[in-house]
């Protein structure tokens, strides 16, 4: 009896120390940093030479820097949704800026990565520029697995930074301190090249501060990426004692040029919109660091895993009014890829620098290692220790882990659609860039690890991977019912235009307050 009981509590014991010990291991914290239209080169890290972004640098330096990373689109919406579901344009339900019915959203069968993680135990948060989903439809943040969410839910709002009402978790909360502020004057500064700026400048006082324009109060107004910041902060502090995952989609620097302190650069030679450009990064670089301060003092710094992307390629060229991806004469932060945002057939429209940090647990170095943003939930499911849904992407976490003989590739990377060449798809496979601009086109085949700029086309040399370029970008592709399709004809597009018409299933934009739409043609 006695050698019973005593067995008996040798398991409770066991069971005990077993039990405590899962507890004692605690999943890693996730915070996925978004940049909106930041340049390849606008981080000190990446090579900008004319302002700093230490705080950035200081993570970059000491994490992974990806030199082949990709997003999932050459613009915003699209971008974004891939990321949250991790499907490439052929099978994602968000494929442009804008469908037939408008700016269109996710649908409840979607399966985010804040779904997957919150079922693995995570509290879920999302803060700034959403973007695939309207409020009141079921892609907004807060149908799509997040516990909280806070922030410009329509895109084309997002587009200024002195709104008068931002989103909490599906209700608009209004911001009076803002009314009256003239965005019409920003949307024609936004546009202007920099040597036509005379009657629609931005003000700012003696002492480098903006004066918002029809706003009673300056000194009241509320710049939401300031409110950004501090939700964030917020989040990370009331979550501190279980593990979270926030996604942090800052509006910096997209344009319209303008940000409450121009700072150091108050002084410098520039023109106005370089000066605010310098001062946007430098305000995102601050909020960064605070977060990774605040992370820190509550000892939990070691246990949080830090991503920071860009969404999408170069863009600056469409704020400061000149030819399309036309390179910043002073800034030079284009990078080396050709063409930029918008442009799905070059490699510049998706190329992004892409890092991740993680305190004593990521050896700092590079890796080569092709990837795109859409890998993000399957390597968020793997650092959780769940497994993900079926998707396009591939666990990076061997990578990050230094476990390289696990670490799965792609036998290719796949684009389609973009906002100035619908038709167009794209392949990355190997050292191989292939795209065509519509399928009655031929494919245009490039060694990029030779020819960045994709000036000798290889096509003619090459024709066994034409041949399988030409299988991926049929089997990649799966028809969207209110996205443009490869190959559909000007009355086909009509067509499903009718059709959401009739079906009132238009997406109307909830503000006026835009810089860029989609265009159907």
């Not at 005990?16 to 915070?31: D, G, M, Q, W, Y």
């Not at 135990?121 to 997040?146: H, M, N, R, S, V």
């Not at 964030?232 to 302190?261: M, R, V």
């Amino acid at each position: 009896m006695l050698k019973h009981l005593c067995l008996s509590m040798i398991k409770l014991a066991l069971l005990f120390c077993s039990t405590h010990a899962k507890e004692l291991v605690r999943k890693p914290n996730i915070l996925f940093i978004f940049s909106d239209d930041l340049s390849y080169r606008d981080l000190s890290s990446y090579g900008q030479e004319h302002f700093r972004t230490p705080n950035l640098d200081k993570l970059a330096m000491n994490g992974i820097r990806f030199s082949q990373a990709y997003s999932g689109s050459p613009e915003c919406a699209p971008s974004r949704a891939s990321l949250m579901t991790g499907m490439h344009m052929g099978h994602c339900r968000i494929r442009a800026n804008n469908s037939v019915r408008g700016q269109d959203h996710l649908l409840s069968k979607d399966v985010t990565v804040a779904e997957v993680l919150k079922g693995a135990g995570y509290t879920t948060g999302f803060i700034g520029k959403w973007g695939i989903g309207l409020p009141g439809t079921e892609g907004a943040p807060d149908k799509q697995g997040f516990d909280f969410s806070y922030g410009y839910y329509d895109q084309a709002r997002a587009h200024g930074f002195f709104p008068h009402y931002l989103m909490r978790n599906g209700k608009p909360e209004p911001i009076p301190e803002n009314y009256g502020f003239n965005m019409k004057r920003v949307k024609t500064y936004n546009s202007r090249p920099i040597d036509r700026l005379e009657d629609v400048k931005n003000v700012y006082d003696e002492n480098g501060h903006l004066v918002p324009q029809g706003i009673p109060d300056a000194e009241a107004a509320k710049y939401s990426e300031n409110l950004f910041q501090k939700e964030a902060l917020n989040f990370i502090s009331e979550q501190k004692d279980k593990p979270f995952f926030l996604y942090y989609a800052t509006q910096l620097p997209h344009g319209p040029c303008i940000t409450p302190d121009l700072g150091a650069y108050k002084y410098k030679s520039w023109s106005l919109k370089h000066k605010e450009w310098a001062a946007m990064l430098g305000h995102l670089d601050r909020g960064i660091g605070s977060m990774v301060d605040l992370l820190e003092q509550l000892e939990i710094l070691d246990n949080t895993v830090i991503f920071f992307a860009g969404d999408n390629g170069y863009s600056q060229w469409g704020y400061f009014g000149r030819p399309l991806h036309e390179d910043d004469p002073l800034f030079k932060n284009k990078g080396p890829w050709p063409k930029g945002k918008f442009a799905s057939t070059h490699e510049g429209g998706m190329r992004v620098p892409f890092f991740v940090y993680w305190k004593d647990k990521i050896k700092a170095g590079e890796s080569d290692h092709i990837c795109s943003l859409y890998d993000f939930l399957a390597t968020a499911a793997d650092l959780a220790g769940v497994i993900p849904p079926k998707t396009d992407g591939i666990s990076f976490a061997p990578t990050l882990l230094e476990r390289p003989n696990e670490q799965r590739t792609h036998e290719y990377l796949y684009w389609e659609n973009g906002m100035r060449s619908q038709h167009a798809q794209s392949v990355r496979m190997n050292q191989w860039w292939a795209y065509r601009e519509h399928p009655s086109k031929p494919v245009m085949l490039y060694d990029v690890s030779q020819d960045i700029d994709c000036r000798n086309n290889l096509a003619r040399d090459h024709p066994d991977v034409i041949d399988r370029i030409s299988q991926i970008l049929t089997e990649a592709h799966t028809d969207s019912e209110w996205y443009v399709n490869p190959g559909e004809s000007k009355a086909q597009i009509a067509a499903k235009r009718k059709k959401a018409v009739a079906t009132g299933g238009l997406q109307r934009s909830t503000g006026a307050n835009t810089t860029f739409r989609g265009r159907i043609e």
